[in-house]
């Protein structure tokens, strides 16, 4: 009965989401005037408004924060750390540092151009990190593959800063990219990379049974007919597409797939089902209110949403890592 009231609120904590992100922003509208311009009435300078600016960025700020959230899900089950999530293991870093050497290479590239480098980046800063953190076996204690992350990924970070440093005006259009941003100015980008989002999620729900069974350890897990090599292997792919893709759109947005898996898993419990069912609706439901935050604070251009993020999520890890009794997976 708990998770079931969790979701309703969840999904009407969504739902309020979606409403603020289009509505609320450097000019405020009512819910008529915001009824009609969805419906291509009333004033052209609104419909505008709504049509070219704001439906684009919430339809890009639910489909990552779906995407980060279930990244978030798969590697917290995959290590068996509740504190673990794509930005601390490396793999938006991964991305980032692709995207930076392809732009200092070959020039400022369209969002489709970023896209396989990213995915590329991120899939190698995944294996790596596994590598790393488990000495080249499939066995991987979760305490390592943290450090690994953290090494790996601050590693990249740098040698991106590094680049960046070297020929600011090459990497200028990467500026909100760094930072976070689902400021898209149009669908095209966010469909592009959507199918491979879309299916990065098919993936973690179809892996949420198995996940629950490795949970218990891998020996067990095999006791129970599971193919663990299998399971991990279609795990990091599933990383590589939700958090890689992501990355390519927006650019890295930390600490939501730390954040809201670890929370939704309070009344949902171990069952991986469950907890990818809260995180599907809290994690862009938590992106679009950030980027609400944003605008809100600093209108017109408004504060990158990966920054908003940081803020709340900084402080919210600190708590985390004070509780006695971090949430069992």
């Given at each position: 009965m708990r998770t079931a009231w969790g979701l309703v609120l969840l999904a009407v904590a969504l739902l309020g989401a979606l409403v603020a992100s289009v509505a609320i922003g450097a000019r405020a509208m009512s819910l008529p005037e915001l009824w009609?311009?969805?419906?291509h009435q009333g004033d052209p300078r609104?419909?505008?408004?709504?049509?070219?600016?704001?439906?684009?960025?919430t339809v890009t700020g639910f489909l990552v924060g779906v995407a980060y959230g279930l990244a978030g899900v798969v590697i917290q089950a995959l290590t068996r750390n509740p504190l673990a999530d794509?930005?601390?293991?490396?793999?938006?870093?991964g991305a980032g540092?692709?995207?930076?050497?392809?732009?200092?290479?070959?020039?400022?590239?369209?969002?489709?151009?970023?896209?396989?480098?990213?995915?590329?980046?991120?899939?190698?800063?995944?294996?790596?990190?596994?590598?790393?953190?488990?000495?080249?076996?499939?066995t991987a204690d979760p305490l390592s593959l943290v450090l690994a992350g953290v090494a790996l990924g601050t590693l990249l970070g740098g040698v991106s800063?590094?680049?960046?440093?070297?020929?600011?005006?090459?990497?200028?259009?990467?500026?909100?990219?760094?930072?976070?941003?689902?400021?898209?100015?149009?669908?095209?980008?966010?469909?592009?990379?959507?199918?491979l989002i879309l299916l990065g999620v098919v993936l973690a729900v179809a892996l949420a049974r198995p996940l629950n069974a490795i949970a218990l350890g891998d020996e067990l897990a095999?006791?129970?007919?599971?193919?663990?090599?299998?399971?991990?292997?279609?795990?990091?792919?599933?990383?590589?597409l939700l958090a890689g893709a992501s990355t390519a759109l927006t650019g890295g947005i930390g600490f939501v797939g730390l954040m809201v898996p670890h929370v939704v898993r309070w009344f949902t419990g171990p069952e991986q089902r469950r907890i990818m069912a809260g995180t599907i609706l809290a994690a862009p439901a938590l992106v679009l209110l950030a980027d609400v935050v944003g605008r809100?604070?600093?209108?017109?251009?408004?504060?990158?949403?990966?920054?908003?993020?940081?803020?709340?999520?900084?402080?919210?890890?600190?708590?985390?890592?004070?509780?006695?009794?971090?949430?069992?997976?």
């Amino acid at each position: 009965m708990r998770t079931a009231w969790g979701l309703v609120l969840l999904a009407v904590a969504l739902l309020g989401a979606l409403v603020a992100s289009v509505a609320i922003g450097a000019r405020a509208m009512s819910l008529p005037e915001l009824w009609q311009a969805l419906h291509h009435q009333g004033d052209p300078r609104v419909i505008s408004t709504v049509w070219d600016m704001r439906v684009p960025r919430t339809v890009t700020g639910f489909l990552v924060g779906v995407a980060y959230g279930l990244a978030g899900v798969v590697i917290q089950a995959l290590t068996r750390n509740p504190l673990a999530d794509s930005g601390i293991l490396g793999v938006n870093a991964g991305a980032g540092f692709a995207v930076t050497l392809t732009v200092g290479l070959l020039g400022p590239m369209s969002m489709a151009g970023l896209l396989w480098p990213a995915l590329l980046g991120s899939a190698l800063a995944t294996v790596a990190v596994y590598l790393i953190g488990s000495a080249g076996q499939w066995t991987a204690d979760p305490l390592s593959l943290v450090l690994a992350g953290v090494a790996l990924g601050t590693l990249l970070g740098g040698v991106s800063s590094f680049l960046t440093l070297i020929d600011p005006d090459t990497f200028q259009s990467l500026h909100r990219w760094n930072l976070g941003s689902i400021g898209v100015s149009s669908l095209h980008p966010t469909l592009t990379v959507a199918p491979l989002i879309l299916l990065g999620v098919v993936l973690a729900v179809a892996l949420a049974r198995p996940l629950n069974a490795i949970a218990l350890g891998d020996e067990l897990a095999q006791s129970l007919g599971v193919r663990v090599v299998a399971v991990r292997t279609v795990a990091v792919i599933v990383v590589t597409l939700l958090a890689g893709a992501s990355t390519a759109l927006t650019g890295g947005i930390g600490f939501v797939g730390l954040m809201v898996p670890h929370v939704v898993r309070w009344f949902t419990g171990p069952e991986q089902r469950r907890i990818m069912a809260g995180t599907i609706l809290a994690a862009p439901a938590l992106v679009l209110l950030a980027d609400v935050v944003g605008r809100v604070l600093m209108p017109p251009h408004g504060i990158e949403v990966g920054l908003v993020t940081s803020l709340i999520g900084a402080p919210v890890l600190i708590a985390l890592v004070r509780r006695k009794k971090v949430s069992a997976l």
